[in-house]
């Protein structure tokens, strides 16, 4: 905790960060990510197979 406050004191809470657009293909990338995890279940484990 002490550590993440010296972060946030030396560079700041990223409120101030300027949208790129590596950021709007990274968001692209989890949501497509979120459908597929979603389209199999929402599940963290999955059976094996074999």
Not at 9 to 29: I, M, Y
Request: no cysteine.
């Amino acid at each position: 905790m002490k550590v993440s406050q010296q972060i946030r004191d030396e560079h700041g809470d990223g409120s101030s960060a300027v949208a790129t657009e590596f950021d709007a293909d990274a968001l692209a990338g989890m949501a497509e990510k979120s459908a597929e995890f979603a389209a199999q279940g929402n599940r963290v484990y999955l059976p094996l197979t074999g």
